[in-house]
């Protein structure tokens, strides 16, 4: 334990953010780090509690409840506390394979259930974790660490995003060899497509990439499995395949009247197409689609609905919007239908909401809001969308309502409308060609703890298996499925 009383003796701090208004000018990781002494007075703040619920990993009230990965975080609190940050390294290098990303864009369920926050504020978990692995690589304690041995057997893993990257890892610190299969240009993922560099820059990727390579992990680039290499091929050339392509087929929005103008996009493919070109010539060719002096909207309340309106803003839009068909949180945590240690569901404002209230004045967020139609221009551009104020409740068999407030109707001015309303799986291809089953939200079909799916030697594991989730359940079950993969090849295992 690092002091019995830090928790009373010290409030909860976070290292300030660059600020917003001079952060939208480039596209540089938006954090700023705190003095190792602010770090040790925070890590003092742990209880050491008798029954950690910050690293349980469990599912209460429909979200994560502690980390998935059961990182050791009271011990490495403690640890950083004392001074002692190799061993604080150590003992979360034991847990997680890419704390470098987790410490960066992780929610951190493991604060929203850690023991301090039932009377106070939690510990600062994710900051402190952030600092310990970036001083590894500062000090050049993460090294490549090839097995000293190899088992004649070999794995193929299909796509390089954290559940990939999670079980190549660990099936090649057992000895296999490992080839990691990515279509797009780039290793990693959402982790290099899918989340902005200011969240995550991508030369920390690149790093971890790297690292593994230099460790025997062999990454295929611009090669799609069931299409450039057939899924059939793939079960002949390996002994085991882990399917780690994660739910990529974005939800659709074409009950809406008026989805098929110019000028509506898929969230993933404005982001995406702005990160590509970022990385390939710095945005100077021009090659992405551009919120430049448009009135962007955003439908969709989450994640990679925020990611748009903190790009938005770096393209230099007119004016950006993001709609959510959620009511507005709380300010405080209702104790009654959201209690400890549920993860908080509060109002915050997160960093692309507190860039664009610096800039215009106000959240950029409409609560309640469904679209009913888009109208376009005589070229068939999108010019603006109508909307409605809604309210949702649940029915007795448990099926979400959305009841229209008559006379709340708006009409918004939009050249851009990006929509991130979430994904409904996988896509089909693997699963057709090697006729894999799926459930009933067609993901594919495979046992938690266990992965393996209805063909023999063929696994599945991370967003593809569960369905849109957390970076850190993706390293989770890359690792067990790894895990369980070591079991079935060897007869058994060693993998944690």
């Known amino acids: 334990m690092s002091t019995p009383t830090g928790f009373m003796e010290y409030k909860r701090e976070l290292p300030s953010d660059r600020d917003p208004l001079e952060r939208i000018k480039d596209w540089n990781e938006f ?95 994710k900051t402190i974790e952030q600092a310990i692995i ?21 794995v193929a893993v299909v796509g390089s995003g954290p559940a990939g990257l999670a079980a190549a890892a660990q099936l090649n610190k057992a000895g296999h060899t490992v080839t990691v299969y990515e279509r797009a240009d780039r290793a990693g993922g959402l982790l290099t497509y899918g989340i902005p560099s200011m969240k995550l820059e991508k030369d920390i990727v690149q790093r971890r990439v790297d690292l593994l390579a230099a460790e025997g992990v062999q990454f295929v680039v611009n090669t799609e499995i069931g299409k450039d290499i057939s899924s059939e091929q793939l ?72 990611d748009c309106v903190a790009t938005a803003l770096r393209h230099g839009c007119a004016s950006v919007t993001q709609f959510g068909t959620h009511s507005k949180a709380p300010l405080e945590r209702d104790q009654l239908n959201n209690p400890w240690p549920e993860y908080p569901n509060v109002y915050t404002l997160d960093y692309a909401h507190e860039e664009a209230k610096a800039l215009y004045g106000e959240d950029p967020r409409a ?71 799926t459930d009933r939200r067609t993901n594919v079909k495979a046992p938690y703890g266990k992965y393996t799916t209805n063909v023999n030697k063929v696994f599945a594991a991370g ?8 970076i850190v359940w993706a390293i989770n079950e890359g690792r067990e499925a790894a895990r369980e993969v070591d079991r079935f090849l060897m007869g058994s295992t060693m993998l944690p």
């Open 134 to 154: 970036d001083r590894a690589f500062e000090e050049g304690w993460v090294i490549p660490e090839p097995p000293k041995t190899r088992t004649g057997k070999k």
């Open 235 to 306: 079960l002949e050339q390996f002994d085991s395949v882990v399917l780690c392509g994660g739910a990529t087929k974005a939800r659709p929005i074409g009950n809406v009247e008026g989805h098929e103008l110019k000028g509506i996009y898929q969230a993933m493919d404005y982001l995406n197409s702005t990160i590509k070109s970022y990385l390939d010539n710095g945005l100077q060719e021009g090659t992405y689609i551009s919120g430049k002096d448009k009135h962007v909207i955003v439908i969709g309340g989450g994640d990679t609905g925020t």
């Open 367 to 437: 609560f309640s809001v469904l679209t009913k139609k888009f109208v376009g221009d005589e070229n068939g551009n999108v010019k603006e969308l109508h909307t409605v104020q809604i309210r949702r409740y649940v029915d007795e068999e448990g099926r979400k309502i959305y009841e229209e407030i008559p006379g709340t109707e708006k009409i918004w001015p939009a050249d851009l409308i990006l929509v991130a309303v979430g994904f409904e799986g996988p896509e089909r291809t693997i699963i057709d060609q090697l006729g894999l089953d």
């Open 31 to 125: 954090h700023r780090m705190f003095s190792e002494e602010q770090l040790r007075t925070q890590g003092s703040r742990c209880m050491d509690c008798g029954t950690p619920y910050c690293h349980t990993g469990i599912e209460l009230g429909g979200s994560v409840s502690g980390c998935p990965i059961n990182n050791l975080i009271p011990e490495w609190n403690s640890l950083i506390y004392r001074g002692l940050w190799k061993e604080a390294y150590e003992r979360l290098n034991k847990t997680n394979n890419f704390p470098e990303f987790t410490g960066r864009v992780c929610p951190a369920p493991c604060e929203g259930s850690c023991t301090v926050g039932l009377i106070g504020d939690a510990v600062t978990i």
């Open 463 to 470: 967003d593809m298996r569960r369905g849109q989730s957390l």
